[in-house]
């Protein structure tokens, strides 16, 4: 009966975990990565020592990147120092005073404002802001393919 429990919750964490993925307020695979850590109390113990060792990594990995990416689609699209440093002081204050939308809005507009004031027109500093999009968008995929993996692990184990 308890292996059953810990598998719905193990099961219940890699779903929330996903979903979150896609939604900045929920921190999406640290969630599911919860979800194996359960799986594997269960007394079935689906995964090695590096298995876990590997996706912790990974989750931390994805984790820092779900930052970085958006300051680097700012720099890849033409994005100025004065976007990039606009990116990250959106990012932290958007994380502050807007969250969870800020996650998505604070760096788009730091970019756009910081390329403004670095002289740039409407047009360039715009797409900057663009880039940080993207980088946000490509943060998001990165994340919802490391907890569809983690989700595929917990099927394959409870068959």
Do not use: R
Request: hydrophobic content about 55%; glycine content about 14%; proline content about 5%.
């Amino acid at each position: 009966m308890l292996d059953i429990s810990l598998i719905i919750l193990s099961g219940l964490l890699i779903t929330a975990g996903t979903i979150g993925s896609m939604l900045p307020v929920i921190p999406g695979p640290p969630l599911a990565y919860a979800g194996l850590l359960v799986l594997q109390v269960t007394s079935g113990h689906p995964f090695s020592t590096t298995f876990l060792v590997v996706y912790a990594l990974l989750t931390a990995v994805v984790a820092v990147l779900d930052y970085i990416i958006p300051i680097y689609g700012t720099k890849k699209l033409e994005g100025s120092k004065y976007g990039i440093w606009g990116s990250t002081i959106g990012l932290v204050l958007g994380i502050f005073l807007l969250f969870p939308a800020g996650i998505v809005i604070g760096p788009m507009g730091g970019a756009f404002a910081g390329e403004l004031l670095s002289g740039k027109k409407v047009k360039k500093a715009f797409k900057s802001a663009v880039g940080s999009f993207l980088g946000f968008l490509a943060g998001g995929i990165l994340k919802l393919v490391l907890c569809l993996s983690m989700a595929y692990y917990f099927i394959v184990n409870i068959i």
